[in-house]
């Protein structure tokens, strides 16, 4: 193994960056084949009967083709914004990437509404041929989703105001966010790098942070309010259009996910959540003070906290996903050999990490910043995990690639969890195994209590804002009673200007950006114990299970793979109880 460098390698992708030729001309190349593809569906009539099969072949092997390219583009846009937030030209292509979108999505509902106007046979025969057969779970979904929606004209005027009056309000916020600063200890941080304290060891060191955190987002909550308020005006005003009353619709249908499912999961936690409280008491005694706060959730207990370079951690990463499937940890080691990874701790950069794919060039990039601690190490794996997930369907059509977000979050927490075990099982002394079991068990915290605040406090702020605006002191009040609930009145100490800090709430893809982690963690819960049960056989069972990910729902994939039904409490249940294994072995141990 080679001496890994912490920073990505884009100029393989496009040389240049945001000045790159390569991208003017490919993006140039992508706008004349949208201009093809936008004839195309103009053109074309809905068949009457199965012979007529010709043009629908020809637009569907152009829009694969576009939708590759405007991925790809997509992504690097994104790589460009992250790694250095005040690229300006970055902010320019990005516009160009939402108009290209806006295009696309106007050229699909056009050809959505044809689909619907085919007889219920002919498609269905249709359905079952050749050039269809491969794709057909995405156009059947594509031909339901479109008898929900408004005429073409309708949909083309929203996607065009979009540009403006929708992603824009998202492009805002990343600007506001990117020219925010916190002085700490003489240094300039960015609000990430200030944000990475909240772990740290000293409570001085994090209430600091956390005051000085508040402070800043404080001085402009109220230009975050607009960005939220305006962001879910134009969401409620496209639903009240389409006439969909449940504002879980969208984010339900994006995730291929049953809205009992989704009670069920959230319904099983809740009952499970009196198991932690002991925990959150305990974690306090440990860290020497009454009760905690927002600000102590994460931090470590003690200072025995074991450090890894970045090569260690790599190290550490491929040599236990070996264990697992030999696979997924060749796959980890050609992503730190061919510089995947941007890692580097530095300002500038934006907070977070992320994974995003290169479906055109067979690639992926990851995003972080790496620190050494074993939270780190935690979320490198869990970025990896998404990486080989896209791995592994890149020979699949493009449109079966589409894989929701609680899909996506199954891999990469599965790929954290193999990390996170191996950690506890190697720790050396009592204490260090200690910090790391407390590490996993604060894991399941965040998705059960910090997740579950973020859906409890978007399900009631849009609830408010379908009759008019939401006051920044009513966010406030929102946020810190939603984390009230989901912590179960365990802190001190609440965070109220979450809903600013927090990226998620101000993203354009989709809302409720929160319960698809919950969902991921469980699900590869079931996963990692059968991963456990079945051995060696596992390896090609999991790339089985990770390649139905684009065109299944979620119901039909745990049946189908694991055999079992996520509309009843058992499997959640089930999932929980080997949670609580790591909440017991903690308890003993302390």
Known sequence: MGNYATTWDLDSIFNGGSDSDELKDYVHKTEQLMEDLEELIRTFTSPKNTDQTEEL???????????????????????????????????????????????????????????????????????????????????????????????????????DLGIDGYHAWGQMYDALVAKLTIQMDGEELSVGQAANKLDDPDRSVRKDAFTKLQNTWGESLDLFSETLNHLAGFRLQTYKHRNWENVWKEPLDYNRMSEKTLNVMWETITEYKKHYVPYMKKKAEQLGIHQLSFYDVE???????????????????????????????????????????????????????????????????????????????????????????????????????????????????????????????????EAEKLVLLEDKV???????????????????????RKQGVVS???????????????????????????????????ITDVPFYNFPYTFGYLFSMGIYARAQDVGPEFEEQYIALLQDTGRMSVEDLAEKHLGVDLEKKDFWTHALDLCLSDLESFMDLV
């Open 57 to 159: 072949e020809r637009i569907l092997e152009k829009l694969q083709v576009i939708t590759k390219q405007l991925s790809e583009f997509g992504a690097f846009v994104s790589c460009l914004n992250a790694q250095n937030i005040h690229d300006k030209k970055a902010n320019i292509w990005q516009s160009k990437r939402s108009e290209l979108g806006a295009k696309l999505g106007n050229a699909m509902t056009k050809l959505d509404q044809t689909f619907v106007q085919v007889d219920d046979d002919v498609w269905k025969s249709l359905m079952n041929q050749k050039p269809f057969k491969s794709v057909s779970f995405v156009l059947n979904e594509r031909r339901q989703q479109a008898k929900g929606k408004l005429e073409v004209d309708k949909e083309s005027l929203i996607n």
């Open 299 to 429: 931090a470590p207990i003690g200072e025995s906290e074991h450090k890894m370079s970045f090569q260690e951690g790599a190290e550490f990463i491929i040599q236990h996903f070996r264990k697992f499937s030999p696979k997924m940890a060749d796959f980890a080691e050609m992503a730190f050999e061919k510089r995947w990874i941007e890692a580097e701790d530095r300002p500038g950069k934006q907070p977070g990490g992320f994974c995003t794919s290169f479906p055109d060039s067979g690639e992926t990039r990851i995003f972080m910043t790496y620190s050494g601690s074993p939270s780190n190490v935690a979320t490198l794996a869990h970025e990896l995990g998404h990486a080989y997930h896209q791995h592994v369907m890149n020979d699949l059509p493009i449109l079966n690639q589409g894989y929701a977000m609680n899909v996506a979050e199954t891999a990469s927490t599965f790929a954290e969890m193999i990390v996170a075990d191996a950690a506890v099982k190697e720790a050396v002394t």
């Open 442 to 464: 604060q894991r399941s915290v965040a998705f059960f209590m910090n997740i579950h605040a973020r859906f409890l406090f978007e399900t009631r702020f849009y609830k408010e």
């Open 472 to 506: 920044t002191d009513r966010l406030n009040k929102l946020m810190t009673e939603a984390q009230r609930e989901a912590y179960v009145q365990t802190l001190e100490e609440y965070d109220p200007t979450f809903w600013a800090s927090k990226l998620h709430f101000h």
